[in-house]
């Protein structure tokens, strides 16, 4: 069993910069691949990115590709989205999820475990 909890939400302004963290128990860490997902009110979740297990491997919505960054430290068991140059339409509930399968994450955006959720507001 996986336990995800997210946090590094928050209000910015447009074109700033704020860095979500997913903090993961469990001693399969370094196994699972890790995404990044996000729900805006009365809209769909969707998929932002997902890097796998081996670090190497990241894939990037187009919405926000140039723009955040996927990372992960195996050795913390924790997951990064950096995200800048920030924009309204960015504005949602963010959550972290994990897969043993990054394609799963990517093409189904289904994951075997889910955080709860954090808030990022950006306003224009």
């Known amino acids: 069993q996986v336990q995800l909890v997210e946090s590094g939400g928050g209000l910015v302004q447009a074109g700033g910069s704020l860095r979500l963290s997913c903090a993961a128990s469990?001693?399969?860490?370094?196994?699972?691949?890790m995404g990044w997902f996000r729900q805006a009110p009365g809209t769909e979740r969707e998929f932002v990115a997902a890097?796998?297990?081996?670090?190497?491997?990241?894939f990037y919505a187009g919405s926000v590709k140039g723009r955040f960054t996927i990372s992960r430290d195996n050795a913390k068991n924790a997951v990064y989205l950096q995200m800048d140059s920030l924009k309204p339409e960015d504005t949602a509930v963010y959550y972290c999820?994990?897969?043993?399968?990054?394609?799963?994450?990517?093409?189904?955006?289904?994951?075997?475990?889910w955080g709860q959720g954090t808030q990022v507001t950006v306003s224009s």
């Open positions: 469990g001693r399969t860490f370094s196994s699972l691949a």
């Open positions: 890097i796998g297990a081996s670090v190497s491997v990241t």
């Open positions: 999820a994990a897969d043993r399968l990054i394609s799963k994450l990517r093409l189904d955006g289904k994951g075997d475990y």
